[in-house]
């Protein structure tokens, strides 16, 4: 019995989807522009996301140390750097590896390097280059170097020389904020978005289903049940979605190889194709999905309030 | 079988479209039931239906109170009853054939009893050639005559018309009535709301006569009297 009503129901969703093929035709435009705005949005945000990480790479903090300073103070330092939640990764560069990456630096600048010789001994100094796992964080751990510096002083005079972020500090705070702005900014745009396009998916379907209110009263007067009545709309509106998904997802595939080249050259690092096809079954999923369940609770709401009264 | 006990429709503003009804209809009885427009014809099929509750009073099918029926009885309710309107009431985006199916499908039958039952009927209301064609594609009197045929299908208790002829021409009347009558002869309680004269006369059966809302006559064998 229920083997057989859901054969039927699937069988009538669909010859109603054919045979209004208009009102589908609409449906399925709608909601394909509704899932295309989720696709863009998820792009948007994968490229915000991946020029913000690169901008993050580069901001980092270095402590550079005295050149008499031991190498063992450095290295305790630095575990006690490791063990703040804050930070990410501390690299430890030598006296010996700073020279090294002097030279290769300077490897064209003859006069340099000769000045370098004539000094004999290697006047540079070792230091530690820290990252933090979020941009708001370094004020923090350069407090804690400052800290830091006055406790790990041997006979009064500091191992440590120089921090440099006190100098970028302005430079850092503000790209903090900017940070910051664009995430409440994209929130809030991505919100918007999604509910109108949520919205006007959800009123075309209850036009659909509107125009059929006289076929559910006739259905309830020769006794059909209601979710006999609902299914096939339910139906419709599930087949509007994977439809729709379908197109949408096709439709990304020569957008992402034309903007593929430009968002690469303009944010750097990230090609929007080849993101678009590395996580192509996680968008499969969100964009199917969605379109799904759009087209099911619309279709479900829109039934209802016409099977609600017993006439 | 059906009992009217007592019953009252009064909607807002305080006008009584039916007022202290008290009828009763028995097993294979046909049933002509006529009045003016306003008289209460139509509100007193629509109580049967259970598509309106009575104000005061209560309507009884066997034994059972139908405006006290839980959803499911009242599905399984509605499919022991026909009814076919003045406008057909057909669904418009399916043919002859799948309008009739559908009704056949929502009282739970099997496939091979939709396949071998559907044609039967339609060849029993002359549409045989037309199983395949939408209600955009019939003319009134065979778009009738479908409403008819999903009527009957599921061999129902009553068949229940509701100005069935309104918009038919006197040849499509004559034939819609013919069919009525012979499935009154069937054992199908018929209830037949109309204005014709010449329908109900020529019916001969039990005439109910309304006037504002009141049974003004009930006459076993009666004749059109307004």
């Known amino acids: ?311 | 079988m059906i009992y009217f006990d007592q019953v009252s429709k009064i909607y807002n503003g305080g006008s009584a479209a039916l007022d202290n009804i008290t009828l009763s209809i028995a097993p294979k009885e046909f049933i002509s039931i006529v009045g003016h427009s306003g008289a209460g014809k139509t509100t007193l099929i629509k109580m049967l239906l259970a598509e309106e509750r009575p104000s005061i009073g209560s309507v009884f099918f066997e034994s059972s109170d139908i405006h006290d029926l839980s959803k499911s009885e009242l599905n399984d309710f509605r499919r022991r009853i026909g009814a076919v309107f003045q406008d057909f009431r057909l669904l418009p985006n399916k043919t002859a054939y799948e309008n009739i199916a559908f009704a056949m499908e929502a009282a739970g039958r099997t496939d091979d009893e939709i396949a071998s039952d559907v044609p039967h009927v339609l060849e029993l209301v002359d549409l045989g050639d037309k199983l395949w064609n939408f209600p955009r594609e019939l003319s009134g009197g065979e778009k009738q005559r479908v409403a008819i045929a999903r009527a009957i299908v599921n061999q129902p208790d009553i068949v229940i018309a509701d100005e069935p002829t309104g918009n038919l021409d006197p040849i499509n009347t004559y034939d819609v009535v013919q069919i009525l009558k012979k499935i009154n002869d069937l054992g199908t309680i018929v209830i037949l709301t109309t204005h014709n004269k010449g329908v109900v006369d020529s019916v001969g059966g039990r005439v109910i006569t309304m006037d504002s809302g009141r049974v003004v006559r009930d006459d076993k064998k009666g004749k059109y009297a307004l």
């Open chain 1, 1 to 311: 019995m229920l083997w057989t009503d859901t054969k039927r129901i699937i069988k009538s969703g669909f010859v109603n989807f054919w045979r209004n093929g208009f009102v589908s035709f609409a449906s399925v435009l709608v909601m394909t522009m509704t899932l295309f705005v989720l696709g863009l949005l998820i792009f948007v945000g994968a490229t915000l996301k991946a020029s913000l990480n690169q901008i993050k790479d580069k901001v980092d903090v270095n402590v550079y140390f005295v050149t008499n300073a031991l190498e063992e103070d450095i290295l305790e330092l630095k575990k006690s750097l490791e063990t703040l939640p804050e930070v990410a990764f501390v690299e430890y560069v030598s006296k010996e590896k700073a020279l090294e990456q002097f030279k290769t630096r300077h490897k064209d600048d003859q006069l340099t390097l000769q000045a370098l010789d004539e000094l004999g001994e290697n006047p540079l100094g070792a230091n530690l280059n820290i990252k933090a796992k979020e941009i708001s964080q370094y004020e923090g751990i350069v407090e804690f170097l400052k800290n830091e510096s006055i406790l790990s002083a041997t006979d009064d005079i500091p191992i440590i020389d120089d921090v440099n972020p006190f100098k970028n500090k302005n430079a850092i705070d503000k790209l903090t904020k900017i940070i910051d702005s664009s995430k409440i900014l994209g929130f809030i745009i991505t919100t918007i978005l999604v509910i109108a396009s949520i919205i006007i998916t959800f009123s075309t379907i209850k036009l659909a289903i509107y125009t059929a209110r006289d076929e559910i009263s006739v259905m309830k007067l020769v006794g059909a049940s209601n979710s006999y009545i609902r299914g096939p709309f339910v139906f419709e509106g599930i087949m509007y979605g994977i439809i729709s998904a379908i197109i949408t997802l096709i439709l990304f595939y020569p957008l992402t190889i034309w903007l593929g080249p430009i968002t690469e050259n303009f944010f750097g690092g990230m090609n929007l194709f080849d993101y678009y096809i590395n996580t192509f079954s996680k968008i499969f999923i969100i964009i199917l999905g969605v379109g799904i369940l759009l087209g099911a609770v619309s279709s479900y709401l829109a039934v209802r309030k016409y099977l609600k009264n017993r006439e």
